[in-house]
């Protein structure tokens, strides 16, 4: 397979419900680590380290749950802040108090300030769960010696070129929240995370010891591929929002998830991309109303879809001539044009004048 290095915007969500103050990317203009770097850049000025202890009251803000209670992606409980809240006692099973979860161990980094208290990667989780993952690499679980009540699994690793080794795999719908937060450390940290390798075995095995791809192989296409299963939600995003108005920073990859494909694009296994990503649109902007997609394989349904999340268009199994689609009578406008193909999907902008 040729590898494609055209990012995906994924989701319209993601572009509907990102709220990044305006001009905080505008130096972000690179591809590759270059991006990476002028990330890193802009996350990290201004950043403000408010200490561990301050992790407490944030999440009565940051991860609340439509019905006020905690909202621990390790666990499926209905724990109440303050309450619940772990004060060194108790914790012997699941749903009895919460703690405060680094997600990225801070065995990996020993300790150390600012990661050690930066909320992007600390999040309220079960302590009863969060011992069982220990420091635990993240992995795909063959056999589970653990199970915790959202689905989330221990046991041996059975990614594809990894290590044997006991990993700790979170529920599916929160994958790619946790690949999101992985992204955003080796940006954030990359002028020292090179250093964290020989800190922990199970952060050996996820990261290869340098600064600008981070992650080993099976990691890294691990992660790609979490990112791209689970897509940032309307969760995440308002986390991302509440988090930069504590700390005045962002996660960059909850605003905008095609820069992963632009950093590490280029370092991921061919078997990782999404094939339907080399699909081409024109013309772009269209002036006769009309839309042609150029694609060799089959395209399962075709979604246009306005600014305001409508679909304005839905065809499931269109027909193509000359292995080129059409869409037609298209109203004067911006659209986002969602194409799926085998379980993988592709969104294009495209203006109508």
Known sequence: MKKNYTFLLLLVSVVLFAQAPANYYNNATGTGYTLKTQLKTIISTGA????????????????VRADGKVWDMYSDCNMTFGTDQDTGSS??????????????????????????????????????????????????????????FNGSKRG???????????????????????????????TRYQDVVANWTGNDSDGDSMLDGTSNKVFSQWTLDMLYQWHIADPVSVKETNRNNVVYNYQNNRNPFVDHPEYVAIIWGASLSTTQFNTIAAVTVYPNPSNDHRINISYEDTIDEIQLINVNGQIMQQ???????????????????????????GGQSVVKKVIVN
């Not at 065995?107 to 992007?120: E, L, Q, T």
């Not at 059975?158 to 719908?173: M, N, T, W």
């Not at 193509?320 to 193909?341: A, D, Q, V």
């Open 91 to 148: 914790g012997t099973s699941q749903c009895q108090k919460y703690n405060r979860e680094h997600s990225f161990p801070k065995s990996w980094f020993n300790d150390a300030a600012p990661m050690v208290s930066d909320a992007y990667h600390i999040l309220p989780a079960d302590k009863y769960v969060n011992g069982v993952r220990g420091n635990f690499a993240y992995g795909i679980v063959g056999t589970a010696n653990f199970t915790s």
């Open 48 to 63: 403000i380290d408010k200490g561990y202890a301050a992790l407490w009251n944030l999440y009565y803000t940051s991860d």
């Open 156 to 186: 041996n690793n059975i990614a594809p070129g990894a290590p044997s080794a006991i990993v700790f795999e979170p529920a599916d719908e929160f994958k790619g929240d946790f690949a999101r937060i992985y992204f955003y450390m080796a």
């Open 315 to 341: 065809i499931t199994k269109p027909a193509s001539s000359n292995s080129t689609y059409t869409i037609e009578n298209i109203p004067t406008g911006f659209y986002f044009l969602r194409l799926s193909n």
